[in-house]
Nanobody, 117 residues
Framework: QVQLVESGGGLVQAGGSLRLSCAASGSILSIVVMGWYRQAPGKQRELVATVTSGSSTNYADSVKRRFTISRDNAKNTVFLQMDSLKPEDTAVYYC???????????WGQGTQVTVSS
């Protein structure tokens, strides 16, 4: 089992920045991928960015060159630096991890990000 605690969401004006954090505890030695997803009202949950244990990253086209995902393996924490935010980035952002041995995926509780125009 893995527990995920997110922080850093909030309200920001368009063009502003926010930094999300997600701390993992539990069966953390088995985590292979950490990432962020988001879900806007009336829309499906979508991938934002992922980072592997080898620090390979992947981004949704809509956030490339604006968002940066990073990972502190010593603190079992994943970050999402969000710059040049747009109103369309408004969503609940969820942290997620995938375990190496079982392939199971665990989700955080979500944190609201609201970007005003």
């Amino acid at each position: 089992q893995v527990q995920l605690v997110e922080s850093g969401g909030g309200l920001v004006q368009a063009g502003g920045s926010l930094r999300l954090s997600c701390a993992a505890s539990g069966s953390i030695l088995s985590i292979v991928v950490m990432g962020w997803y988001r879900q806007a009202p009336g829309k499906q949950r979508e991938l934002v960015a992922t980072v592997t244990s080898g620090s390979s990253t992947n981004y949704a086209d809509s956030v490339k060159r604006r968002f940066t995902i990073s990972r502190d393996n010593a603190k079992n924490t994943v970050f999402l630096q969000m710059d040049s935010l747009k109103p369309e980035d408004t969503a609940v952002y969820y942290c997620a991890v995938v375990l190496r041995d079982t392939g199971r995926m665990f989700w955080g509780q979500g944190t609201q990000v609201t970007v005003s125009s």
